[in-house]
Each structure stands twice: as structure tokens, then as C-alpha cells.
């Protein structure tokens, strides 16, 4: 047995460690938290100091046997989790678990380097206290946020049925979705008329120009052109003017989020996943952090590699100073470690997130980059002489039309911009994307131009454009959002969207685009041409949008507990957590001020059999057949429509809403139109054709087969002819073709519920979504029938011969374990291909000793081991005081 014995929370990091400490040190990992409060049961004494009562987590017990045993027999045990308040909550909780003493030597590092590591070995210290507490006192904040308030949703809401919570960050997260979804909602798009003008220079070189405002209607805008009929367009000035650009920070873990998200098309889950393993490869240094801050190490390497590969002249170092006031400025951004590395990750996606955090880690040591900007003023001469008129408004926008308008000149000016670069410094690298990007803000370069040159008009335009409401949120974009208001910290932006979204508060999705038209006034050649366009606005893609459920939710949390969505109260949450760490605040003080008027306010809730929050209902009007009622509201199974009450003769009509459609925005003929289904359009071969919406969206029924409608297809509008149509179609599909013949057999085709396939020896194999069966040769169908038979192989990442019950699988939605017929998930943490046979029992909770026996037996223990009771709850804290007596 070696003599040290260093524990850390991630087996990948602690293969990377253990090479880099000699044969004294045995690396083992404790797999995230080994200890939690218990999911049943409130597990906090709110009279005793909110006193925890954790326990070790019924998969963690035989692995914590293991490491006590380990601890005892070494001379010197290290705890090494991450450098965070999660980290020192980790190793506080192995320090309970396993008995260790309360100096047991805490080391800390932000990368898995060899250096790194010597010198945290070098320096260690012992656990702070004030970290551990800051996280004990999150965890029971949100332990009593989530069992007091999660019950009165079920019972308010639901009437009765479990599944809806609420919790700190992620509600006030779920507010501001839903805040933006009522601000598009109400958003009233306006029409306004942007002037462009393209000069001829020289014969051929073309100059961009436009006038600084638009005009409010089609009728100023024409009156416009027509006064520069004949108009003479002059060079009135050039300003030139130096500038420069700077490179951005160095990544924090939000803005890591946001460019990802931006750039790669990452989630910020995804993000974090990747950002992890790169981290436990000891490719970059700690990927939660809020600081901008480079050590000086770090940016003399930075430097160097600089030099090297752009230039001296590209060297300009920096120190940033992060906006965010609770920021830990000892901690460093997100880095490479080795800065010479340009491509490191073990699949695509790492080595594109490592790509992107080198490239902004260098770029933030790279000299301006030095512009030459240029404005152009062009001033226009009217053929009638400067007095031309045009009613206007004195206002803000002097083109907009009011009951008090008064004769006013035209605007007699055009503005033309161009941007040269002049050395290009970290733009050669990097340049920081935007969430909306606008591409009319580009600006290019300008010809050779001079003051009192007489401009050629090419053409001048006048376009119809409207005003557009703020974007919904995107994952990056609400993370950019929570953290400019001090909301949440780096290690809870992922998980709390996430929440937000696996609750069914939000859905992440794409929006189609809506076609509309627009008018355009084409002046050239003294003639000005009036013509209509179509454009698509409103595509959104991959953006939050709050469901039915959430929306509910929201409002009965605002109406009834306002504190807990309240943006500030929130943000002064955790500025409190932040003096906690800093031994500035006592936690079960904190506790105590926040716990008292929510306790109360719960109770009179949970209470008042007065408070009928009415679940979002919302009557639209009458039914014109019935004349009874028409409502909208949620229920226990999601959100309905109904005809009529339940207090009538005759029973109510109900009609599940759509996707998409929400409660507070549905019309009276959306809803009734939801009754209209299913319907009989005719027959087809003697037998009825039905129109209905399933699970898999909407359908003709016919001879008890169903046929999927197009997107093109309207169920509420489609006619028999059409029906008979898609019918036949997909009898055609599915008799399919023979290609011809692989080895031996027959080769052929088809179309099923799932899209096109090729069939072979009893087995489908799906085309990919840019294929058709349209053109597919023999030659390409082998090529799919052979990947499918290597995907096939590849299924399983490990097999153990000696337990052949036991697999590690490479599944849809990532590896997990195969433990006989039950499924076991791999923790994210885990590299599924370092799993030994001890560790796929132990994760499944099994004896690490079935490994020696028959599957069927190891099966059995598993079963007898699940049925013991969980051990006594321990209660302790980090400060260990003694409870108080009542």
C-alpha cells in the first residue's frame, strides 16, 4: 500500500494525477459528493440552526467502505477536489465520512499539469470552513425552498399531482422567459421607409450611402425621391479618423457558454461537458470561474508563443479586471495549459471548444488592432431649389406625421461609412461574436473620394422595413442575462437551465419564419419604379420558449410569493452566500432572516382554502353552436380547452391545446377549431377517410392504417382528394424496390413511420435526412448496410468475459451500464472506457464480489442488497456546534 493516499471526485482526473505523482501516491476518486441530504424528507432542524442531516448516498456506501479502509492504511491522506466551494463541500464531507482528522492536508490546483499538481503538494492547507458553510448554506436554502413551496404548486395548481418545484435561480430563470414571451406578444410591429443610395465613382466603383433617418409612411418616403428628381449629389465632407480595436477577456465560465453557444452551436450543458473533459485531460485550467485574471505565468507563455508563431509586433499583454463585483480575482479565466498546444481533445467536439479557448487566450495578449475610419457626408442640391417641403412632425423622428405638422425641408443629407485595416493585431485570431448580429452594420471600404466631387447616382432606394420585437432567449443569452444581474453563480447556470427545461416550464425550440410583404420605391434614370417584395421574418432558432405549465407556474409565484422571483432579493441572496465564504456572515443567520416571513407566508398559503388561483383559466367567449362558455386553462394533464361548465346537464367538451399554443394567447376560433378533429372527409375503397392529430402530429385514418399529413397539409382544411393522394402515396412507399442482390440476398427499399430505409437479412437501416430513396444506387445501399454492421459492433464500449451480464454500452443518448436487464447511468464525470468490472458493480450497487460469481448470482445479491433499509441519518455541519436547547 502506498504511503499517501489522494482522493479526488473524477476517476478521469485522477488517472491524469496519478502520472504525475511518483509510486507513494495512490489517486482514487470518491465519483462527485459521497454524502447529501436524503431525498425523502425535509432533512434540516429549522429550530436547531437549520442543523443538516445528511446522509451517504445509498451508491456511494461500498465506495466509501473502500476509501475509509484505504485512508486507515495510508500514513498520509490529501484531499484534492476542485478549487470551488462545491470542491471543499466534497472533500468536508469525505473528511466526515471517512473519519479523517480535522487538519487532513486540503490541496488545491486550477489545471491537472505536472507542476500544478508538485507545487499544490508542496503547499497544502486544511479545509476552509467559511467555503463550506457559503455551500451549506445554498444546499439548505434550497432544500427549504424546494419541499415548502414544491407542495403548495401540486395542490394549487395541479390539484394534487406531483412533478411541478420551484427553487431560487431557477424560477427567477423561468421569469424572465416569460417576461420576454409577453413583451413579444404585445410588441406592435411599426413600419418605416430606410433611404439607400448607390453612387457610381469613376465609372465603375460603386459608394454605399443612406440617410441617417426613415421616413414614417410610403407616402413621405415616395415624395422623397421624387425631389431628387434632377437633384445634384456633392461631396460635402470627409472625416477620417484612427481607431482601434481591443480583443475581448479571456473566457469566464459564462462567456465560454455564450461564444460557444454562439459559434459551435453548443447548449451550455454541452458546453460545460466538453469543458470538463478537457479540463480532467489537463488540456486547460479550471472551467468555473468568474475571473478574467491570467496569471503571469500564464501570459509570458502566452507571449512566447506569440512571438513565435505571429510576431513581436502582434505582442501586447494585458491584465483584465472582470465587471463582476463578487468575481474571485485569485482564480484565473479558462486557459490552455500549454499554450504551444494549437489542437488537443479526444473527439471533434473538444478539439473545436479547445480551438476556441486558445484562440481567445491569445488573442487577449495580442496587440489593437488598428483601424482607419472614414465618414462621408454627401449633400444633395434638390432640383427645385433647397426649400422643398414635406408635412413633418416636430418630434424625435422629424418625418413622423402628428395632428400638429408644419412645413419642413427635406433632409438634404446622405451618409456613406468605410472601415480600412490598417494592421490587423488579434483580429488575425480571434474576433467575439455577437447574439444578434446585424449584417447591414458591416462596413467596408470606400474609393477614392474628394470634397466638391460631383457624385453619379446609380440608384436610390426606399424600403419598407418594420421594428422588431427583443429576441426570446437563447441558453447563452439567458446565462449573459443572470449573470448581469448577479444572479446565480458559474457552477449553477447549467444545471438551472436545465431545470427549467426537464420540468416542462420551458421548451427549447425553432421557429418557423412568417411571410409578409413590403413596398420599395426604386428611383434611376429620373424614373421611380413602385414595387412589392415578400420577406420572412420571425425565424428563431434553438430558443426558449415558455410553456403553458410554465407560465402558471410563474404567475402564481409572482402573485403569491414575490420574493422568491424578485430579481433583486435574489441577487442580494447571493451576494450573502459570497460574505458567508468570506467569513463575513454568519450562515445560520442568513438562514434565519430569509426562512421566518417565507415559512409564514407558506403556511397561510397552504392554509387558505381562499386563495383559488384559477391555474391560468381564461374564458374566450361563447360557443355560436351551443352558446355555452368557451375557456382555456391547465390541468393535471396539461393545458385544455372546454365547452361549457361543470355544473351542466350535459356534460363539457374538452380539447387538448396544440404545441405551441399558449393559454393567454389562443383566440376563440383557434380553440373551437381544436373540436373540429377528428373528422370524416369522405370515402376511399368503400371505407371512410378520418382527419385527427395523434401523438406523432396529424394523420388520415383509412382501413385502420394511419397516413402522416406533410407540413404543407392544413387537418383542419384538407379535402378528400388530397387525402387519396397521400393514401396511395404511401401504399407506393411501402412496397418499396428490389436493388438487386449483396451477398446473395436481396437488397431493397422502402418508407416506414421513421422515413426511408434500406431492408437487408431482416434488418432496417434508415437513410440519412439529406438522402431520398430518389436515385439511391445498390453500390450506396451496401455502403449503409456495412456502416450499420461497424455501428453494430462498435455498440458496446466495454465486455467483461468473466461477467458477461455486465456491459458498458455506447448508447443513443450516450454510454451507460448493462447490468442483465436493468440499465444503469454513467455519471458525467466518468470515462466510460477506464471502468473496470469493480467499477460498473459498484455504480450499479452491486458487490464488487459478484465479479468472481455466476451473472444469475450477482443478479440476486443485487436484489437482496436493494432491499436492505438505508442506514441512520447522521446529523453534523461544518461548524460543528451544538445544538441549541429548546
Known amino acids: 500500500m502506498s504511503k499517501n493516499l489522494v482522493i479526488v471526485e473524477s476517476p478521469a482526473k485522477a488517472k491524469t494525477i496519478e502520472g504525475y505523482l511518483g509510486k507513494d501516491f495512490t489517486v482514487k476518486s470518491s465519483f462527485g459528493h459521497v454524502r447529501d441530504l436524503p431525498k425523502d424528507g425535509l432533512a434540516v432542524d429549522v429550530t436547531n440552526g437549520f442543523r443538516p442531516s445528511y446522509e451517504i448516498s445509498p451508491d456511494k456506501k461500498k465506495l466509501v467502505s473502500e476509501l475509509k479502509s484505504l485512508a486507515k492504511s495510508a500514513e498520509e491522506v490529501w484531499l484534492a477536489t476542485d478549487d470551488d466551494r462545491e470542491g471543499e463541500a466534497i472533500s468536508w464531507h469525505l473528511k466526515e465520512a471517512l473519519g479523517l482528522r480535522d487538519n487532513t492536508k486540503r490541496i488545491v490546483f486550477r489545471e491537472i499539469t505536472k507542476n500544478a499538481i508538485q507545487n499544490a503538494i508542496k503547499t497544502p492547507r486544511t479545509i476552509d470552513v467559511d467555503l463550506v458553510n457559503a455551500q451549506q448554506a445554498r444546499r439548505v436554502l434550497d432544500r427549504l425552498v424546494g419541499y415548502e413551496l414544491s407542495p403548495v404548486l401540486w395542490r ?100 465560454l457558454q455564450q461564444e460557444a453557444s454562439r459559434k459551435l452551436s453548443f447548449s451550455v450543458d454541452r458546453t460545460m461537458r466538453l469543458a470538463q473533459n478537457l479540463y480532467e485531460a489537463g488540456k486547460i485550467s479550471y472551467m468555473r470561474t468568474d475571473s478574467t485574471n491570467l496569471s503571469q505565468e500564464a501570459i509570458e507563455k502566452a507571449k512566447a508563443e506569440i512571438e513565435t508563431e505571429f510576431g513581436p509586433q502582434y505582442v501586447q499583454t494585458r491584465q483584465f479586471k472582470t465587471k463582476n463585483e463578487s468575481a474571485q480575482e485569485a482564480h484565473e479565466a479558462i486557459r490552455p495549459t500549454n499554450f504551444n498546444d494549437r489542437n488537443a481533445g479526444a473527439d471533434r467536439d473538444q478539439k473545436r471548444l479547445y480551438e476556441l479557448i486558445w484562440k481567445r487566450s491569445i488573442a487577449s495578449q495580442m496587440a489593437d488592432a488598428q483601424l482607419e475610419r472614414t465618414t462621408v457626408t454627401i449633400g444633395i442640391r434638390f432640383a427645385n ?65 474628394t470634397i466638391g466631387q460631383t457624385l453619379n447616382l446609380g440608384q436610390m432606394k426606399a424600403t419598407e422595413k418594420f421594428s422588431r420585437p427583443q429576441p426570446r432567449y437563447a441558453e447563452a443569452s439567458l446565462v449573459k442575462k ?88 435574489t441577487a442580494t441572496v447571493e451576494k450573502e452566500f459570497d460574505e458567508i465564504a468570506d467569513g463575513r456572515m454568519n450562515w445560520q443567520k442568513m438562514l434565519e432572516g430569509f426562512y421566518g416571513d417565507f415559512h409564514k407566508n407558506i403556511e397561510e398559503i397552504q392554509g387558505a382554502s381562499g386563495v383559488a388561483f384559477k391555474t391560468g383559466e381564461r374564458v374566450l367567449g361563447a360557443d355560436p353552436a351551443s352558446g355555452k362558455p368557451v375557456s382555456a386553462r391547465l390541468g393535471r394533464y396539461g393545458a385544455y380547452v372546454q365547452i361549457g361548465e361543470a355544473s351542466d346537464e350535459e356534460k363539457p367538451r374538452f380539447a387538448n391545446l396544440r404545441d405551441g399554443q399558449l393559454i393567454e394567447t389562443i383566440t376563440l376560433q383557434e380553440a373551437l377549431d381544436l373540436f373540429a378533429l377528428p373528422r370524416e372527409i369522405g370515402f376511399f375503397e368503400d371505407k371512410p377517410m378520418t382527419i385527427g392529430i395523434g401523438k406523432f402530429g396529424p394523420y388520415v385514418k383509412h382501413d385502420d392504417k394511419y397516413v402522416s399529413l406533410t407540413r404543407e397539409d392544413d387537418p383542419y382544411s384538407i379535402d378528400a382528394e388530397r387525402a387519396v393522394a397521400l393514401i396511395q402515396a404511401k401504399r407506393a412507399e411501402s412496397v418499396g424496390e428490389t436493388l438487386g442482390e449483396f451477398e446473395g440476398k436481396p437488397v431493397t427499399t422502402g418508407k416506414g413511420r421513421f422515413g426511408p430505409y434500406v431492408k437487408f437479412e431482416d434488418k432496417y437501416v434508415s437513410l440519412p435526412r439529406n438522402e431520398s430513396l430518389t436515385g439511391l444506387t445498390l453500390e450506396r445501399a451496401i455502403e449503409l448496410i456495412l456502416a450499420k454492421r461497424q455501428q453494430e459492433a462498435n455498440k458496446y464500449i466495454k465486455e467483461f468475459p468473466e461477467n458477461p451480464a455486465v456491459k458498458v454500452v455506447n448508447g443513443q443518448y450516450g454510454p451507460y451500464l448493462a447490468i442483465g436487464k436493468r440499465n444503469v447511468k454513467i455519471p ?28 444469475k448470482k450477482a443478479a440476486a445479491k443485487t436484489t437482496t442488497a436493494a432491499a436492505k433499509k438505508p442506514a441512520a441519518k447522521k446529523a453534523d455541519s461544518a461548524t460543528k456546534k451544538p445544538a441549541s436547547k429548546k
Open 828 to 855: 458525467k464525470d466518468v470515462d466510460p472506457a477506464t471502468l473496470t468490472l469493480e467499477d460498473c458493480l459498484r455504480l450499479a450497487g452491486d458487490d464488487p464480489a459478484a465479479a468472481k460469481t455466476p451473472a
Open 156 to 255: 394549487k395548481i395541479k390539484g394534487g399531482s406531483t412533478g411541478l418545484s420551484a427553487g431560487r435561480v431557477q424560477s427567477v430563470a423561468l421569469r424572465l422567459v416569460v417576461e420576454r414571451e409577453r413583451e413579444i406578444d404585445k410588441h406592435q410591429s411599426k413600419s418605416s421607409f430606410k433611404v439607400t443610395a448607390q453612387f457610381i465613382v469613376d465609372g465603375s466603383k460603386v459608394l454605399n450611402a443612406e440617410l441617417p433617418k426613415n421616413f414614417p409612411s410610403a407616402g413621405d418616403a415616395r415624395a422623397f425621391l421624387e425631389a431628387c428628381i434632377g437633384a445634384t449629389f456633392t461631396i460635402k465632407n470627409l472625416e477620417v479618423k484612427p481607431a482601434k480595436k481591443s480583443p475581448a477577456p479571456p473566457f469566464t465560465t459564462s462567456t
Open 385 to 449: 431649389g433647397a426649400t422643398t417641403t414635406v408635412q413633418a412632425n416636430v418630434d424625435d423622428s422629424p418625418f413622423v406625421d402628428t395632428p400638429k405638422a408644419q412645413s419642413q425641408n427635406f433632409p438634404n443629407e446622405l451618409v456613406a461609412q468605410g472601415e480600412v485595416i490598417k494592421f490587423d493585431g488579434f483580429l488575425r485570431v480571434y474576433l467575439e461574436s455577437k447574439d444578434d448580429e446585424d449584417d447591414e452594420d458591416a462596413k467596408g471600404m470606400l474609393p477614392p473620394l
Open 482 to 569: 443572470l449573470e448581469e444581474m448577479g444572479i446565480g453563480r458559474p457552477s449553477t447556470y447549467a444545471p438551472t437551465i436545465s431545470t427549467i427545461i426537464n420540468r416542462g416550464y420551458v421548451i427549447k425550440q425553432d421557429k418557423p419564419g412568417q411571410e409578409r410583404k413590403y413596398q420599395e420605391f426604386t428611383l434611376q434614370q429620373n424614373q421611380i419604379k413602385e414595387t412589392s417584395g415578400k420577406e420572412t421574418f420571425g425565424s428563431e432558432k434553438a430558443k426558449l420558449f415558455p410553456t403553458n405549465t410554465g407560465i402558471v407556474v410563474n404567475d402564481f409565484l409572482v402573485e403569491y410569493f414575490p420574493d422568491i422571483v424578485d430579481y433583486q432579493f
